[in-house]
């Protein structure tokens, strides 16, 4: 079975035994993006969560056959080293990360979080943010969150004030 | 994000040593004195059987499956979504939210799709959400639910037409039939009777005027 979508700009077709292949399995075993994880399989924990046209998706439980004609970012896809998405930036200046693993999926959710509210209060974070971190980073993280939000919307008014 | 509580104060610690050492006591106890307890459960066991037996009226077979977790797990009375055949609140504080479908960024479908995955065992099925608030059950007697069913404030304005059709071809109930396996990869448990025999009651029940008994 083919299916075809664009994965971080950029168009690809992946031919799938079956269409109910979990999509976190062909981002990571068939295009080589590991950057998303496999953390617990089930749709718990969050570390799999990547973009769906814009959306926070959990990777683990969507199917690939799904993914036909969509556009999907990984976090290979939300910035670059040279120019890091907001959140990245902020991950960096806050030095969230312990051990590392669940990050891009708090970091996928995050991005997603900020498209959709600018400036979130502790209760958006709260009801928006629900994956796991085993090492705990979560204080760390509600800094970075409000921080990649004070980036994100000092960036827009710049580019507002000088388009 | 909430923060879940793995640290405790020593005052904290004492008592969960407390309790851990009066829970074992009362497990020590139970274990030794199992007969009534094994009585009781198969007593329950019982019930259960002759009530799915004792399904003789549309009404009764209708209610059968609208009281079944499968149905009611998703009709809250407390804005939290439940899970299970234990009915346990959702994992990880998942709400209601302001649309029925969770939050912007945690939403219903960030996990549940429009079919169940075998592989995650997420269930889903299309237009995954909770009822509204206005068509919580959760708690209910079986009158109460159905009261509630034919309660056009509580029922989103359906007439029995439309309950008709919601409850026979909406493809969001009728998964309670195809509800798939759990994370653990067992089969969940179905209404107590088979889809086509609900269909039948719910026609027939409409159909008689939808009566509702006293008890």
Sequence with gaps: MKISFNINGKAQTV???????????????????????????????GACTLHIDGDAIRSCSYAVKFAEGKNITTIEGLGTPE??????????????????YCQPGFMMATAALLNKISDPTDEDIDN????????????????AIHRAAEIANSTNSAQQLNP | MRVPRVHQTPIQMKRTISL??????????????????????????????????????????????????????????????????????H??????????????????????????????????????ALAPAS??????????????????????????EELIHHLTEDPLVLWAWEPGVNNEGEEREKPPIAK?????AVKEWFETGAVIPEK
């Excluded at chain 1, 999509?23 to 998303?36: A, F, M, Q």
């Excluded at chain 2, 009362?26 to 004792?54: C, H, L, R, W, Y």
């Excluded at chain 2, 068509?135 to 029995?160: C, F, K, P, T």
């Design chain 1, 15 to 45: 031919e799938v035994p079956d269409g109910d292949m979990p999509l976190l399995w062909v981002v990571r075993d068939i295009l080589n993006l590991t950057g998303t994880k496999f953390g617990c399989g089930k749709a718990a924990c």
């Design chain 1, 83 to 100: 120019n890091p998405h907001p959140v990245q930036q902020a991950w960096i200046e806050k030095v969230v990360p312990q051990c590392g």
């Design chain 1, 128 to 143: 928006n943010i629900l994956n796991i971190c085993r090492c705990a980073t979560y204080t760390r993280m509600r800094k």
């Design chain 2, 20 to 89: 851990i050492g009066l829970s074992l006591g009362i497990f020590i106890v139970s274990v030794f004195a199992n007969e009534p307890t094994q009585k009781a459960e198969g007593i329950q066991m019982d019930t259960k059987q002759q009530k799915v037996e004792e399904l003789k009226t549309p009404f009764d077979k209708v209610m059968a499956v609208l009281t079944h977790q499968r149905c009611i797990n998703c009709h809250p009375s407390d804005n939290v979504p439940k899970q299970g055949e234990d009915s346990h609140p």
């Design chain 2, 91 to 128: 994992h990880f504080g998942m709400l209601r939210g302001k649309d029925d479908h969770g939050f912007v960024a945690m939403k219903c479908n960030t996990c549940h799709q429009d079919e169940n995955n075998k592989y995650a065992g997420v269930p889903g099925a299309p237009h995954w």
């Design chain 2, 135 to 160: 068509m919580a059950w959760e708690g209910m007697s079986r009158i109460e639910v159905a009261q509630a069913l034919l309660d056009e404030e509580h029922n989103g304005g359906r007439s029995h």
């Design chain 2, 196 to 200: 086509d025999e609900f269909i039948k």
